[in-house]
């Protein structure tokens, strides 16, 4: 693959795609999409295939000048890798859960979807700080415009809310980055992640982008958009928001906050633990009481990374790790638990909880791919929920037992509304003919459900297929966070954080960990 870029590739199929979908009528229109979004993810198996691991921490790299102070300059590693995976993996399913339920300016509704493609991939692929900036930004409209136009009725409230929420929070980001760009000299990310920034700029810098990240994510107490977008959108848009977007503020702290500013990182962690502890326990409870099934889906994902979030300011191999794998299997599982939300929703038009019941009686099927994402999100041993789960809190506990306790409070919570929720939806009695007399999966939702069960269970029960791309990337975020720990107890600092084994000695360069 060397010289062929795959990478700006993968940008523009979805592109063409969307435009081609603006002007094509509504049967043209799906097709098309579907045809865009299957070659991005067969670019995207190809992208993997010749990943070389353990080789050089940016590959695929491309460069060109476009004026002073702006390149268009794209490459991944393994962390970015595994993310673009995600993205084109869910993109032809959320094709395939619009197919019939969207009947209204198709061809917009395609475009959007595609149009968004392109800018999460450029996210996880961009190199230099402002293109960064432009796609982490403009992914905002597509999402806008789907939850506005094809929402719900109260659609207009939550796009609004969402917009402004997620807006807002990156202004703050944009002010920080030229002050980045003017003290290093140089936009350019792989740069800025080893330049040493002052310590007193580093708190500042830390905070602006942290204002942007933990409403992505979201955190409490910004999460508040987060119910109400998901309760509004259609089925994909819920599926692509809870599957990928939140997936960004995450990817925010791992690729800057923490490379960039780690000493701030380290002064701020005790806070990223409190706000953490608060949502994985508070959202839970308010799970427990939910009648609306996306709503409920909706305040576990804040529960969720939350365990990301203390995952990645323990500073250690176990938490980085596991955090990665909570973002893939948390993608994968809500995005597939929104979509079994979205198939009954189309066959009886409500998403309350008591109208259903006994779906094990008339949909088996339904009631078997319910249970394993259902078992996924509780954490079950065997599924993906639980390596990232365990591998979170084996990092955790070597910073905090507190906070490990509490985290762990939060899980069996999870379990508990989870179980709440599928007693309700698939036991029971019968109460309603037409809950009775809904039809099985068909064919079109029976392929969209078995490749997120096998993926689900492969990650489950072989995770080192999706580590060892990440493995060499979180050495070196590992080292650079334990450089900046040791440097800061050793200068009188109070770390927020007790000391955990170092798998890397303090004085080992980031370049060396590879």
């Not at 230099?128 to 506005?148: H, R, S, T």
């Not at 990156?170 to 002052?198: C, E, R």
């Not at 069996?412 to 929720?421: N, P, S, V």
Request: hydrophobic content about 55%; glycine content about 8%.
């Amino acid at each position: 693959m060397t010289g062929f870029p795959i990478l700006s590739l993968m940008l523009l199929v979805p592109l063409v795609g969307a435009v081609a979908c603006l002007k094509a009528s509504a049967p043209t229109a799906r097709m098309i999409a579907l045809v865009a979004t299957l070659i991005d993810f067969a670019l995207g198996v190809v992208l993997w295939s010749q990943y070389q691991i353990g080789g050089p921490q940016w590959q695929f790299t491309e460069h060109a000048a476009v004026f002073a102070g702006f390149s268009w300059k794209l490459g991944i590693d393994g962390i970015a890798l595994m993310l673009i995976e995600l993205s084109v993996f869910l993109m032809p399913v959320c094709i395939g859960a619009s197919w019939t339920s969207i009947q209204t300016r198709v061809g917009e509704y395609m475009a959007a979807f595609l149009l968004m493609e392109t800018l999460m991939i450029g996210v996880f692929t961009a190199q230099d700080l402002f293109l960064f900036y432009i796609f982490f930004e403009a992914g905002l409209i597509p999402m806008y415009l789907i939850i506005g136009v094809w929402g719900g009725a109260d659609r207009i409230y939550a796009s609004y809310k969402f917009f402004l929420y997620t807006l807002l929070g990156s202004v703050l980001m944009l002010i920080a980055m030229f002050w980045m760009v003017n003290n290093a000299g140089t936009s350019d990310i792989p740069t800025l992640m080893q330049y040493n920034f002052p310590v007193g700029a580093q708190k500042w810098l830390w905070l602006a982008f942290f204002a942007s990240f933990a409403v992505k994510m979201p955190m409490w107490p910004v999460h508040t958009w987060l119910p109400d977008a998901h309760v509004q959108a259609p089925t994909a848009g819920s599926v692509i928001l809870a599957g990928v977007l939140l997936k960004m503020g995450g990817y925010g702290f791992i690729r800057f906050s923490l490379p960039m500013f780690p000493d701030a990182s380290v002064e701020f962690a005790r806070l990223i633990f409190v706000l953490s502890m608060i949502a994985v326990v508070y959202t839970s409870l308010v799970a427990l009481v939910q009648h609306d099934m996306k709503k409920l889906i909706a305040y576990s994902s804040v529960a969720h990374m939350a365990i990301v979030t203390v995952g990645l300011f323990a500073f250690n191999r176990q938490g980085l790790e596991g955090t990665m794998i909570v973002m893939l299997s948390h993608g994968l599982v809500a995005g597939a638990l929104f979509l079994c939300v979205g198939i009954i929703y189309d066959r009886l038009h409500t998403r309350e909880i008591d109208r259903y019941g006994g779906l094990a009686i008339n949909m088996p099927r339904y009631a078997l791919f319910f249970m394993v994402f259902t078992m996924a999100s509780v954490g079950l041993p065997g599924t993906s929920g639980f390596v990232g789960e365990f591998l979170s809190l084996a990092g955790i506990w070597q910073s905090s037992t507190t906070v490990t306790l509490v985290c762990t409070t939060g899980i069996i919570l999870g379990a508990g509304y989870m179980l709440y929720l599928y007693r309700r939806v698939i036991f029971g009695e019968q109460k309603h003919a037409d809950t009775a007399a809904m039809p099985d999966l068909d064919m079109r939702e029976f392929a969209m459900v078995i490749p997120l069960a096998l993926v689900v269970l492969w990650m489950g029960i072989y995770p080192e297929s999706f580590l060892a791309p990440m493995r060499n990337d979180i050495g070196a975020l590992e080292a650079r966070m334990a450089a900046s720990r040791w440097k800061m107890a050793n200068a009188g600092v109070h770390a927020q954080v007790k000391p955990a084994r170092l798998a890397v000695a303090p004085s080992t360069k980031v370049g060396e960990a590879r």
